[in-house]
């Protein structure tokens, strides 16, 4: 890993002009903080008809807590009759050590270096169209929730209401907090996924990313202790009251980080505001310049980014780095100034997830490959784009061709569904590693090349969920030849035994 980040740094040193005219031009010419663009027609359209919700967080550092008072305006375009609603509690993994996704022997000491913290949902009130629910936990660890809802049939409106209080833990991770870091990712009570006559049930593995959401509008007001920073996917103005507020429309999740010492930085780059939060003015300068090049590159390779805002933050988060709607978190350890190189890279494939999983849903439990290896792949492109192709071929060796001579236990394959990973080691491999090999594979296979695809992709699927099927026949429409075989030999045919 040493030899890894040294070559790459290497290569940031030959580009450091570049570079340095890149922080003049984002840098040199922003006196004042620019305002938030408008919301494009584009957003405004796809936020029609998309389930609402309205939710009040007040955030106690003291006690450690956030009160959570929630109203969820639901449509059942399910096409099914539905006697229930499924919420997703994900903070109460966190309750016991054996089914927190941070207490894994890979995890444990970093994420939690004071010990075992527990975290859970206090719930006060669940109602349905303002009678009070009984509702029941379908897992033992208490993150499925179902809610009898009488008879909805399709087409039909109702209001789910939830009051509860989270209990955070002392954790580096998602959900959780680490001196003055609170990281609130995954937080909010949030519908689950009607797939295929059910609710998705899965549970919040310690590897991979669990959270399969559809699209929705959401409407925040946050209340925080005196001087704390809200970084947010919903773009949140603080009121004369020192309350936060905003809306953010066809998000697929919230998330949110809060800390009295950020200092931040700002850019607006074509039709949205960048912001970049860190411990000092320099980490947030570097990770807004890294974001702003990210962004723009992926404009000109996949489309426009419809939405207004894209944050970056540094976070206590152990295993690195974490994509949300409009934001993404990163381990505060890769803003030191030894590691910009890492920092970049990170930031370049955290941003690829705002096309491959924020616009272009898709089964992160079942495919991990689908968004993961999209997103290796974009950055690729984006060192090839930003530094040449010496850089490419350099950082396509360590990323790509080295992971298909690993060895690594039999039976796993990039399409392997996450809760068979038992190793992160393994699980950037072969779902990282191998998937962005298969993507190079395709861009040879692809008349035009995988760019042109993605971009048609990202068009065809935006606001919705493409399964791999859908990947699969879009693909094969594009080259106009049939592309399954490669798919196969990559995602299905298990190697290394």
Not at 3 to 28: E, W
Not at 192 to 219: H, L, M
């Amino acid at each position: 890993m040493k030899k890894k980040h040294c070559i790459i740094a290497l290569v940031c040193l030959l580009c450091l002009g570049i570079c340095a005219f890149v922080l003049l031009r984002v840098f040199g010419n922003t006196p004042e903080e620019p305002t938030l663009p408008p919301i494009s027609p584009v957003l405004e359209q796809a936020s029609q008809g998309l389930n609402g919700y309205t939710v009040t967080l007040k955030l106690d550092a003291d006690a450690h807590t956030l009160s959570v008072t929630e109203e969820i305006a639901y449509h059942n375009t399910t096409g099914d009759s539905l006697s229930s609603l499924v919420v997703r509690l994900w903070p109460n993994a966190f309750a016991a050590e054996d089914t927190s996704p941070a207490a894994t022997d890979e995890l444990f000491s970093a994420a939690y270096p004071n010990g075992f913290s527990s975290g859970f949902v206090l719930l006060h009130d669940v109602k349905w169209n303002g009678k009070a629910a009984a509702y029941r936990y379908l897992d033992d660890a208490k993150t499925v929730l179902e809610i009898p809802v009488d008879t909805l049939a399709p087409g039909e409106e109702g209001k789910l209401y939830i009051r509860c209080v989270v209990q955070l833990p002392n954790c580096a991770y998602r959900t959780g907090y680490a001196g003055d870091a609170w990281m609130l990712g995954n937080v909010l009570p949030i519908l689950s996924v009607y797939e295929n006559g059910a609710w998705r049930q899965d549970p919040y593995t310690p590897i991979g990313e669990p959270f399969y959401a559809e699209c929705a509008n959401f409407s925040l007001t946050l209340h925080l202790p005196e001087g704390y920073v809200p970084v947010c996917s919903v773009p949140l103005a603080e009121t004369e009251s020192g309350v936060w507020q905003g809306k953010g429309l066809a998000l697929r999740d919230v998330g949110l980080c809060v800390s009295p010492g950020y200092k931040k930085a700002t850019f607006l780059a074509g039709n949205t505001k960048i912001a970049a939060y860190a411990r000092d003015k320099k980490g947030a300068e570097a990770a807004l310049s890294f974001a702003v090049n990210a962004l723009e590159t992926y404009e000109s390779l996949y489309g426009e980014y419809p939405y207004p805002l894209f944050s970056v933050c540094s976070a206590a988060f152990a295993p690195g780095a974490m994509e949300y709607s409009c934001m993404a978190m990163v381990d505060e350890a890769y803003f030191a100034e030894n590691q910009r190189d890492t920092l970049e890279l990170i930031i370049a494939h955290e941003t690829a997830h705002q096309w491959f999983y924020s616009l272009v849903g898709s089964d992160s439990v079942n495919q991990p490959w689908q968004d993961e290896a999209l997103c290796e792949y974009a950055a690729l492109r984006y060192v090839e784009k930003r530094y040449g192709q010496s850089a490419f071929n350099t950082l396509r060796y360590y990323r790509a061709d080295a992971p298909m001579m690993e060895r690594v236990p039999g039976g796993l394959t990039p399409a392997t569904p996450i809760d068979s990973f038992s190793s992160l080691m393994d699980y950037r491999t072969i779902v990282y590693g191998r998937g962005a090999s298969m993507m190079l594979a395709l861009d040879m296979f692809v008349p035009g090349g995988m760019d042109a695809f993605l971009k048609a992709y990202v068009q065809e699927y935006s606001f919705g969920i493409a399964g791999r099927e859908s990947f699969e026949n879009s693909l094969n429409a594009y080259a106009g030849k049939d592309a399954s075989p490669l798919l196969l030999d990559y995602l299905d045919t298990k190697i290394n035994e």
